[in-house]
């Protein structure tokens, strides 16, 4: 039974909605293709993809090569109007494995906001 079908008391609009996959790191690249794989031919099929949307995650990854990489997946993802959310650049302390609690502060976000400051 496909995904959207999962539930059949979800409107299409509010199930296809919730379908999201997370923090694929570089190692699950191949993972991630096999899933768009499957989002291009059930779209052919039915005009919308499995999944509304994926994220990659890159930030061990330069972010030139991360930014390259995932200008590539987005050009699969939006002739579905998929959203493609990217992970860019570190966090303080630990997050799915990846500890950067000894990083230096200086080299976290440097943007205006009001919660880099």
């Known amino acids: 039974m496909p995904i959207r079908n999962a539930c059949e008391t979800y409107t299409d609009f509010v199930f296809s909605n919730l379908q ?3 923090h694929c790191a570089k190692k699950l690249l191949p993972w991630l293709d ?3 794989d499957e989002d291009e031919k059930f779209f052919k099929a039915n005009g ?3 999944f509304s949307s994926h994220m990659i995650d890159l930030s061990e990854e330069s972010k030139e090569e991360n930014i390259e990489t995932t ?3 987005l050009q699969r993802a939006a002739p579905m109007k998929q959203f493609l959310e990217m992970e860019i650049g570190i966090t303080g302390g630990e997050e799915d ?3 950067n609690e000894d990083v ?3 080299s976290l976000c440097k943007c205006a906001c009001t919660n880099c400051q």
């Open 97 to 99: 494995g990846v500890n």
């Open 20 to 22: 999201h996959t997370d």
């Open 34 to 36: 096999g899933m768009l």
């Open 104 to 106: 230096d502060n200086n």
């Open 71 to 73: 200008k590539k997946y």
């Open 48 to 50: 919308v993809p499995l």
